[in-house]
């Protein structure tokens, strides 16, 4: 199966203001603006397969990674990296040694890998979760997301997440935001079993303030966790024995938001997390949820507020971590306007059914594609 053309448009798909976050704390958000690709490989055998690659990918970048698929054969790839021609070899410094680095991985990766996944899938009848091994459960947890919001917003935004069938949400915020009213009001609207990820970004700065902050909350009993509360740094000893503070006095668990499997064996041997939020490609997302689980840490998959295209291959992948056991962030069909899918999520009671069609399980939307093109 020779892949004999690339379709690449550029497209930027605006959210939906109210969700996202409210005129006190900066209103429409700069990231919305910012260009994502969308591909298309077509094959000499009549399939398509489609990708989508994450915020701020150059058109130009895009398209030069595709030149080196094009006249390939799908099927004799390597799927640990689709672009790699060659297979690892003995180090020329030391025959008796072999490298170990299937990289490099050029601009719009995890685009071209879901193509070429979706390629695979739809060619042997099978959905790409089983060419990763194969889902562990038909349906993956899933939470509501909303940016930074006042707590009127955040109670708004409450109702319209248990509206559409989930059972908790993460929240954006800031030290200086007002957190504990921000969480009474999630807790007026969803009760304690109603849980929400705090994800500051690192904005809760020091020790003293999240652990501060965390007794107020506490009687809430709606915190699941927090996740990357204070600066990290390159993960250095003195934050990693932060962390490992932090954890033994918080009165529920502590995550890291990681994706380089050094920095997650890192953070499992000080002791420094009770979950992870991991990305990355389909296959580096196993392999870095294998890893946790290995330490039976539960991990979730993360996002960036994208398109249906990427959330399903996140679908996918999340599906066959056994230890993905938390709520993941499939965001992006309700914070934007379109998902550009056809075949969209739909959420009950905080899960999403895995899709059992072969490939990717979802086709490209083409009028909204032309719609939110913007590359003409």
Same mark, same amino acid.
């Given at each position: 199966?020779?892949?004999?053309?690339?379709?690449?448009?550029?497209?930027?798909?605006?959210?939906?203001?109210?969700?996202?976050?409210?005129?006190?704390?900066?209103?429409?958000?700069?990231?919305?603006?910012?260009?994502?690709?969308?591909?298309?490989?077509?094959?000499?055998?009549?399939?398509?397969?489609?990708?989508?690659?994450? %915020?701020?990918?150059?058109? *130009?970048?895009?398209?030069?990674? #595709?030149? @080196? !698929? /094009?006249?390939? +054969?799908?099927?004799?790839?390597?799927?640990?990296?689709?672009?790699?021609?060659?297979?690892?070899?003995?180090?020329?410094?030391?025959?008796?040694?072999?490298?170990?680095?299937?990289?490099?991985?050029?601009?719009?990766?995890?685009?071209?890998?879901?193509?070429?996944?979706?390629?695979?899938?739809?060619?042997?009848?099978?959905?790409?979760?089983?060419?990763?091994?194969?889902?562990?459960?038909?349906?993956?947890?899933?939470?509501?997301?909303?940016?930074?919001?006042?707590?009127?917003?955040?109670?708004?935004?409450?109702?319209?997440?248990?509206?559409?069938?989930?059972?908790?949400?993460?929240?954006?915020?800031?030290?200086?935001?007002?957190?504990?009213?921000?969480?009474?009001?999630?807790?007026?609207?969803?009760?304690?079993?109603?849980?929400?990820?705090?994800?500051?970004?690192? %904005?809760?700065?020091?020790? *003293?303030?999240?652990?501060?902050? #965390?007794? @107020? !909350? /506490?009687?809430? +009993?709606?915190?699941?966790?927090?996740?990357?509360?204070?600066?990290?740094?390159?993960?250095?000893?003195?934050?990693?024995?932060?962390?490992?503070?932090?954890?033994?006095?918080?009165?529920?668990?502590?995550?890291?938001?990681?994706?380089?499997?050094?920095?997650?064996?890192?953070?499992?041997?000080?002791?420094?997390?009770?979950?992870?939020?991991?990305?990355?490609?389909?296959?580096?997302?196993?392999?870095?949820?294998?890893?946790?689980?290995?330490?039976?840490?539960?991990?979730?998959?993360?996002?960036?507020?994208?398109?249906?295209?990427?959330?399903?291959?996140?679908?996918?992948?999340?599906?066959?971590?056994?230890?993905?056991?938390?709520?993941?962030?499939?965001?992006?069909?309700?914070?934007?306007?379109?998902?550009?899918?056809?075949?969209?999520?739909?959420?009950?009671?905080?899960?999403?059914?895995?899709?059992?069609?072969?490939?990717?399980?979802?086709?490209?939307?083409?009028?909204?594609?032309?719609?939110?093109?913007?590359?003409?």
């Amino acid at each position: 199966m020779i892949i004999t053309q690339v379709d690449i448009w550029t497209v930027v798909v605006p959210v939906f203001p109210e969700t996202v976050h409210s005129e006190e704390y900066g209103g429409y958000p700069d990231w919305a603006r910012v260009p994502k690709q969308i591909i298309r490989l077509h094959t000499d055998e009549g399939f398509t397969g489609i990708g989508e690659t994450g %915020r701020g990918q150059s058109k *130009e970048a895009v398209a030069q990674a #595709a030149e @080196q !698929l /094009k006249n390939r +054969d799908v099927m004799k790839m390597c799927l640990q990296n689709v672009f790699r021609q060659e297979p690892l070899k003995p180090t020329p410094e030391a025959p008796s040694q072999w490298e170990i680095d299937l990289g490099p991985y050029p601009a719009g990766y995890e685009a071209f890998e879901t193509a070429i996944f979706d390629l695979i899938g739809k060619r042997l009848g099978v959905p790409i979760h089983k060419l990763l091994g194969g889902a562990c459960r038909e349906q993956v947890r899933a939470d509501f997301w909303i940016g930074h919001q006042t707590p009127e917003d955040t109670r708004r935004s409450t109702k319209v997440a248990i509206a559409r069938g989930f059972t908790g949400l993460k929240t954006k915020c800031r030290i200086q935001e007002p957190m504990v009213e921000r969480l009474r009001a999630i807790w007026e609207v969803g009760g304690s079993d109603f849980k929400v990820t705090v994800d500051p970004n690192e %904005r809760f700065n020091t020790v *003293e303030q999240t652990l501060e902050l #965390a007794g @107020q !909350l /506490k009687e809430l +009993d709606n915190v699941e966790v927090f996740e990357d509360p204070i600066p990290k740094k390159g993960l250095r000893d003195d934050v990693l024995a932060q962390y490992r503070y932090m954890r033994e006095m918080l009165p529920f668990p502590l995550a890291l938001h990681l994706s380089n499997p050094s920095d997650i064996i890192k953070a499992i041997r000080a002791d420094a997390i009770d979950y992870l939020n991991l990305g990355g490609s389909m296959v580096n997302f196993a392999k870095s949820a294998a890893i946790a689980q290995a330490a039976d840490i539960p991990v979730w998959h993360g996002s960036g507020n994208d398109l249906g295209i990427l959330e399903k291959s996140y679908l996918h992948a999340a599906s066959v971590a056994p230890n993905c056991l938390l709520a993941s962030d499939f965001v992006g069909s309700w914070t934007r306007v379109d998902d550009l899918i056809v075949e969209g999520f739909t959420f009950t009671n905080g899960y999403t059914l895995v899709p059992q069609t072969p490939g990717l399980g979802c086709e490209l939307d083409l009028d909204a594609l032309e719609k939110y093109r913007v590359d003409g």
